[in-house]
């Protein structure tokens, strides 16, 4: 009964490990879309603020051109982010199909009948202590995979922020030259 009660405890632990890696893949795989689309709204926001920074007026102020320089660091900064979080991770793999497999195959084959229960747990052990591994290697890497990310899109942000406050000037400009009749 205790053995048994130990395979099943043992079981348990092994779906749970399991279901907690294939969640954080899953989680890996979504901040993976999440860093390509802000990279590609930090370039189209770039290009865009290149094109609105062309067609400014040679007469306008300090403090404009100010804004878009810190639009373009911004996005920069945005793109750096996002592009970091695209860097290949090295991450431990979950416990190959094949080791295992070959664990228990050498079980198995133990000349010592009497020591099968042992070997059997050592086996089992190992695979809880290989899959915790895995997990932890990977939960730290999607870590720092989201705090890049989420940098990136706040520069995004900041960057859609000081684009409203550029663009805002610029009406409240020409409205004031539009009443002055220049």
Known sequence: AEIQA????????????????????????????????????????????FAFARQLDANVGALPRLLLIGVVLTLLFSIWQSVRALTIARVEPRPSADAISQQVIDALQSPDRNALPDLVNGVRHEQLEHWRSSNAVLAAACGKKAGLVQKSQSAILISALLIGIVTGSQVIFAKAEVAQGV
Do not use: F, N, P, V
């Open 6 to 49: 130990e395979r099943e405890l043992s079981t348990m632990a092994l779906e749970a490990y399991r279901y907690e890696y294939a969640d954080s893949l899953s989680l890996w795989e979504s901040l993976e879309r999440k860093a390509q689309g802000t990279t590609a709204i930090a370039g189209i926001m770039l290009a865009a603020g």
